[in-house]
């Protein structure tokens, strides 16, 4: 299986990095990983709505172009359904069955535009919390590897 994380703005701290390559690594074994950066526009303080759409709106024009309109697309998002790593496992599983390359797609500080979630099938929250998107990266990779586990029936997980 195909699978593509699409991120908004770099990593530049050594250990995010590091952290990344050795999920990347251990993803090897389980499906072809594709990681896009995509640039994050520039967000001062106090941004009105309007502005705050616009932002959005290039940001997800950088993230929609790395979509194939074959792709089942996971959105990040606060909105989204919370589950734990088994149902994740289930998941996969499902969406290997329909053939298609799944793309994981993480916002950046304001999150994602109306397009990209409307493109989405799923959104995925990991929690109610705010994470720094360059610690999302590390957390889709590793609960991606630890659903590919569970699938496996390896004992990684518990």
């Not at 991120?7 to 390559?21: F, I, R």
């Amino acid at each position: 299986m195909k699978i593509k994380v699409i991120t908004v703005g770099k990593l530049k701290e050594k250990y995010w990095k590091e952290a990344l390559k050795e999920y990347q690594k251990r993803l090897n074994a389980y499906c072809q990983l594709t990681i896009f950066e995509c640039k994050e526009e520039k967000a001062p303080e106090n941004l009105t709505d309007h502005e705050i759409d616009g932002i959005l709106e290039k940001e997800g024009q950088g993230i929609l172009k790395h979509i194939k309109d074959t792709d089942q697309v996971v959105a990040l998002a606060i909105e989204g359904q919370e589950i734990d790593s088994i149902k994740l496992s289930k998941k996969l599983a499902q969406w290997e069955m329909q053939g298609s390359d799944l793309c994981f797609i993480i916002g950046g500080s304001l999150g994602l535009s109306r397009e990209v979630l409307k493109r989405s099938q799923w959104k995925w929250s990991f929690s109610p919390l705010t994470f720094p998107h360059q610690m999302m990266r590390v957390m889709v990779l590793e609960q991606i590897y630890r659903a590919y586990r569970i699938k496996q029936g390896h004992p990684y997980h518990k």
